[in-house]
T-cell receptor, first 115, second 113 residues
């Protein structure tokens, strides 16, 4: 069984400030890791993914995340946010070994960028 | 098509009625997923189709929910005898083969009154 924990339900931040959205996971098997973004009344858009290799992955819109196996974390960061980054962000995992590709999601973090 | 297409975008139905939600995956994608997004439960996996294999139905919440995928392409999620707790956004996603990256549609917002 897998679980994903996003500790912060809401993160308010001022425009041009840095931000970190936290994600921790629990799994008995190796996992792939993802961050998705959801703008109001939209579907989910993939921001970035970790499949293998370098633990620092870069995604769209200036976001990056670092996979830390020992801490079972995959925190999302951006050095300078914009108003347009206001959205809900979801961390997710899927199995590597079983081939079951269904995603297990965290509860989401609402990023609110203020002017 | 260019992306995953879902219809209708919004559906209001009376309690006890049946509804059908449609998903058109990205052309060539052999894997298709249905998820449900609700305020109380977050994002939940419902069902997964991969090629001609038997679907993974482990996430379906009750026997009122069913899904089929015809010709390895379009999928229909059917909810029979709808209840108010079925109100949610139903999201469809597809992926290429067994690749882990899934692409999502815009969702169908279902409201049961």
């Amino acid at each position: 069984a897998q679980s994903v924990t996003q500790l912060d339900s809401q993160v308010p931040v001022f425009e041009e400030a840095p931000v970190e959205l936290r994600c921790n996971y629990s799994s008995s098997v190796s996992v792939y890791l993802f961050w998705y973004v959801q703008y109001p009344n939209q579907g989910l858009q993939l921001l970035l993914k970790y499949l293998s290799g370098s633990t620092l992955v870069k995604g769209i819109n200036g976001f990056e995340a670092e996979f830390n196996k020992s801490q079972t974390s995959f925190h999302l960061r951006k050095p300078s946010v914009h108003i347009s980054d206001t959205a809900e962000y979801f961390c997710a995992v899927s199995d590597v070994d079983t081939g079951r590709r269904a995603l297990t999601f965290g509860s989401g973090t609402r990023l609110q960028v203020q002017p | 098509g260019a992306g995953v297409s879902q219809s209708p975008s919004n559906k209001v139905t009376e309690k006890g009625k049946d509804v059908e939600l449609r998903c058109d995956p990205i052309s060539g994608h052999t894997a298709l997923y249905w998820y449900r997004q609700s305020l109380g439960q977050g994002l939940e996996f419902l069902i997964y189709f991969q090629g001609n294999s038997a679907p993974d139905k482990s996430g379906l919440p009750s026997d009122r929910f069913s899904a089929e995928r015809t010709g390895g392409s379009v999928s229909t999620l059917t909810i029979q005898r709808t209840q108010q707790e079925d109100s949610a956004v139903y999201l469809c996603a597809s992926s290429l083969g067994v690749g882990p990256e899934a692409f999502f549609g815009q969702g169908t917002r279902l409201t049961v009154v």
